[in-house]
Every structure is written in structure tokens, then in C-alpha cells.
């Protein structure tokens, strides 16, 4: 166990906890967004930061070390005070620098050293980022220099001051697996994800997804994670989802810089705004023009408050639906917001066992909102725990409406897509309350065709008989053979319409109805 992180609530693999920082003096409820100070540009005086929500920030005690005066005040007064912040705070060490310059002139333990002096309170050794699409000869060269990071980093008489354990290797997910468990196995505190920056500025999301993913499989499920440098607010449902803990902004400062309004559905130019979509303080007084109108510095810093709001408000947000459980609900209206999300939502569905490992059992109501949600963790979990439900033996129907033509079945089980087939006493149970569309997708019949032959591989001494409204042929070629499978809509047509049997002919052939086709009038 972790002493310094407790977990209270988890949503697919997204999770609600507390990080205590006990060299603050403070317990920090994660997901939890580090706005980063720039020490020698304070867009935002950090004093500030409270009045957004901010429990914890990120600043850089290599720039503090490097700078004249800044170094001596940081040293004297120590950082608290220098920044006039009483969360948490955070220090890197220069890994940054050293992958953008090449080289910084700082040890391990010379830095933790400096950040344990100048009063942070979770310091981290120099690690070295690798950018994505290296080659794996220099990935791993740069994976073996951050584990001696790490371990001269367990050397370090640091006080009770926690320590981050960056997890690395690029794009190479089993690098990134064997350097969370490397990471796992020190006894540091935090786990950053890194150098995914590259990706995410090249709006890479499946490639970000895929990365973490990798790294928290060699992580512990104790262990808090951080993606650093995950600053936009349209991101973080995504990640949040994925079990990242702790996100850092310097995208508020940045941004604003440029003139750039964030959005939890993307970035847009100030200019080319005519109304602003937000309620926080700065966009309720000013409105658009009247942001135009300010001059620079003024204008900067105001873009910068309302990207901390809208950042902080997504965090709330991601928060209360992992306490709700729909934070799948959620990732998903943010997939719709662009392209390249979907990607990392349908990367994220890649690793559905993952998600469904953490997930928890019973949540709110599961609601089907796209051709994705037939791919979620409830669906799989459902399909798994398929065998172990009592089958009698005999016939067995599964309708997705009522009975069809004749009813001599032993059991009826109803069947929703995307689930597939459950007995009627389950209806109540969860995910099977689910809400879902009366207009399916191909996507949910053909999971609940799998679902159909997950029930029959695991009762090979019952006859099953499908009942579905007008399933697509990819859905009932999921089908195993030995299922009766029958049209609904044949039958209820065929009700309609007497003895007619008129709709029934023309369906019969496609919907693979032939061997029950002339019984479906009443007799
Ligand atoms: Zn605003």
C-alpha cells in the first residue's frame, strides 16, 4: 500500500482520491488540475490560484535554480512564500529543458536536493523524456538512464517531501509497461506519464491513450498517476478515464497569450468569437467585444482566468460524473467535439478489459449513445459473466420483444442490444437497465449477437431460438448456426396482417426465417 494516496471511487478506470502531501500539510482530492507557474511570468498571481479551485500547482526549480536572485530568495524564504501559494506545490527538475536544449547541467541529486531546500513539496529527479517515433535502440538507452534517475532519486535523504517517478518510452507500450512496473517497484510517491506533449500537440489522442494505458498496466492500481503536460480542458474526461489522476495547465497561460480561448470542445481564436459560451466571472462581465477591448496585458490575463475556469469547471464536472458513474457518458460528448478525440475514445475502448478490471459494478443508468458504448466495460462484463447464469434445458427464447410465433418455450430471456440476452429478473439489475435508442445501430445487434453466442457456447444442451426486430446480416452471421433465429417484425407483421402472411414472404429469405416462416400466424 501507498501511504500517501487512497483511492475512494472508481468509473471504468477513472477514480476518485486523495493525495496527501504531507510536507504542505494538505490532502489533495484527485482528479486534480495543477495550474504551472511560471516563476519569472506570473500571468496569474499564484496567490490567486485558491479562487479557481486549485489545491496543488507545478512550478520549475530548475528555472528557480538557474536564475540569479530568484535562487537566493527561493533559498531564504522558501517557495511557499516566494509564490505566495499554501496547496501543495509541485517542482520539475529540468527534464523539460533537457529535452528541448539537449542538456541541462544538473544531477538527480543535486536537484531534489534544491527542491527539498527551497521547500517543495514533491520533487523530481532528472528522467529523461524520449519523444515520440524514436527508435527503440534510443528509447531504451533513454528508459535505462531515467531507472538510474529513479534509483539515485531513492538515495536522497529528501525529508517527507514525495517525489515523482516519471514513467517514459515513448511509443513503445511495452517500454512504457516495464517502466511503470520499474516505477512501481521504488518506493516514490507519483507517477507521471511523460513526454506526451509531442503527441498531444499533434493531436495524437490514440497514441496518448495507448501510452498511458501501458504505463498504468505496469503500474499498481495505488499508484497516483499524473499525464504530464495535459493541459487542455477537451482532453481531460479522456485521460481522466484512462486513471489519470493529476493533470498540470500551462495551456491557460499559454493560450491566453495568443489571443486563444479554451472550450471543453476545442480552441477558439478571440477573434473570431461573437459570443462567449461560458458563465465564469470574466466572460459574464466582459462578453466578447469587451475582451477585444482591453488592452494587452489586461486582455491576456483575463483569457488566462477564464482558461483556468473552464479547465477547473471540466474538472468538477469529470469529477461528480465519476461519482455518478457516467464518465463514459461524458468522454463520449467529448469524443463528439473532434475527430481525433473520437480516435482516443475508440483507443480507449481498446483496452476495454483494462477498463473493466477497475470499473465498478453498479452505477447509475448506462446509457447507449453511439456505435461506441457497444464496446464499453459493462457490455464486455456482461458477455463474460454469460456462463454463469442458469440455462434450463429445452428451449429457450431470446426476444428482443414479445413471443413469437408459437410459444412452447420452457424459459423466454429478453435480449437488448448492445447486452444481448439476460433473464427477466436481471431487467432491474445494472447495466441492464440501460437506456437505449428504439433505432439501434449495427454495432449494438452485432454485440448482442455475441453476446447470443457466448450464451449458447456456454449451454451446448439448450435449444435457443433468436427473436430480433430486423437485425442487420453482419449481426446474425454472429449468430452459431444451431439458434432458430426469427424475425420479430415478420411475426408482427404477420399479426397485423391476419393470415396474410404478406410482409413475412418478402423478409423471410434475408432474415435466415425459412425454418419457422409458415408458422407465424395464429392458429
Ligand atoms: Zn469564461
Redesign the pocket.
Known amino acids: 500500500m501507498r501511504d500517501a494516496f487512497e483511492l475512494r471511487t472508481a468509473d471504468a478506470a477513472g477514480r476518485i482520491g486523495e493525495l496527501t502531501v504531507p510536507r504542505a500539510g494538505v490532502t489533495v482530492e484527485t482528479p486534480a488540475l495543477m495550474p504551472v507557474v511560471n516563476p519569472n511570468i506570473r500571468t496569474i498571481d499564484p496567490a490567486r490560484l485558491p479562487e479557481f479551485g486549485a489545491e496543488i500547482c507545478i512550478t520549475n526549480s530548475y528555472i528557480i535554480r538557474e536564475t540569479d536572485g530568484l535562487r537566493e530568495e527561493a533559498l531564504d524564504r522558501g517557495l511557499h512564500d516566494l509564490l505566495g501559494f499554501d496547496g501543495a506545490i509541485v517542482t520539475d527538475s529540468g527534464s523539460f529543458q533537457l529535452a528541448e536544449y539537449g542538456d541541462v547541467d544538473v544531477t538527480t541529486r543535486e536537484i531534489l536536493r534544491f527542491q527539498r531546500d527551497v521547500g517543495s513539496d514533491v520533487g523530481t529527479p532528472v528522467d529523461i523524456p524520449t519523444p515520440p517515433d524514436v527508435d527503440r535502440e534510443r528509447a531504451e538507452a533513454d528508459l535505462d538512464r531515467t531507472e538510474t534517475a529513479l534509483s539515485d532519486a531513492a538515495g536522497v535523504d529528501v525529508g517527507d517531501m514525495l517525489v515523482n517517478a516519471p514513467v517514459q518510452g515513448s511509443t513503445f507500450p511495452d517500454l512504457r509497461e516495464r517502466a511503470g512496473r520499474a516505477a512501481a517497484a521504488t518506493d516514490l510517491d507519483v507517477f507521471p506519464v511523460g513526454a506526451v506533449v509531442p503527441l498531444m500537440n499533434a493531436y495524437r489522442y490514440a497514441d496518448v491513450v495507448d501510452a498511458v494505458a501501458a504505463a498504468k498496466r505496469g503500474l499498481d492500481a495505488d499508484c497516483p498517476v499524473h499525464l504530464f503536460g495535459a493541459g487542455h480542458p477537451m482532453t481531460f474526461a479522456l485521460a481522466a478515464a484512462l486513471g489519470c489522476d493529476l493533470f498540470d495547465s500551462a495551456a491557460y497561460a499559454i493560450y491566453a497569450r495568443d489571443d486563444r480561448?479554451l472550450t471543453v470542445r476545442g480552441t477558439e481564436a478571440l477573434d473570431d468569437l461573437e459570443y462567449?459560451p461560458?458563465?465564469?466571472?470574466?466572460?459574464?462581465d466582459h462578453g466578447a467585444d469587451g475582451l477585444r477591448a482591453l488592452g494587452d496585458d489586461e486582455r491576456e490575463r483575463r483569457l488566462a482566468?477564464?482558461n483556468l475556469?473552464?479547465s477547473f469547471e471540466e474538472l468538477r464536472r469529470i469529477k461528480q460524473a465519476i461519482r455518478a458513474g457516467d464518465l463514459l457518458e461524458l468522454v463520449e460528448a467529448r469524443a463528439r467535439g473532434h475527430p481525433a478525440l473520437l480516435d482516443g475514445y475508440r483507443a480507449l475502448l481498446d483496452h476495454v478489459d483494462q477498463l473493466e478490471r477497475a470499473d465498478r459494478a453498479s452505477k447509475g443508468t448506462f446509457f447507449h449513445l453511439s456505435g461506441e458504448s457497444a464496446r464499453r466495460p459493462e457490455v464486455r462484463r456482461h458477455h463474460d459473466r454469460l456462463d454463469r447464469l442458469p440455462v434450463p434445458d429445452g428451449d429457450v427464447l431470446l426476444t428482443e420483444g414479445g413471443v413469437p410465433s408459437d410459444d412452447r418455450y420452457d424459459a423466454t430471456w429478453r435480449v437488448v442490444p448492445p447486452f444481448g440476452p439476460f433473464p427477466r429478473a436481471l431487467s432491474e439489475s445494472y447495466p441492464l437497465t440501460a437506456e437505449v435508442p428504439e433505432r439501434t445501430d449495427r454495432a449494438a445487434e452485432e454485440a448482442a449477437a455475441r453476446g447470443v453466442a457466448s450464451l449458447v457456447a456456454a449451454n451446448p444442451g439448450t435449444a435457443f431460438t433468436l427473436a430480433h426486430r430486423g437485425w442487420t446480416e453482419r449481426a446474425l452471421a454472429l449468430v452459431p448456426d444451431g439458434v432458430a433465429v426469427e424475425s420479430l417484425s415478420t411475426v408482427e407483421a404477420g399479426d397485423r396482417d391476419g393470415d396474410q402472411g404478406v410482409a413475412s414472404d418478402d423478409r423471410d429469405g434475408d432474415q435466415g426465417v425459412a425454418s419457422r416462416g409458415d408458422t407465424d400466424t395464429d392458429p
Open positions: 480561448y462567449l461560458c458563465s465564469c466571472p470574466v466572460c459574464a482566468e477564464h475556469h473552464v
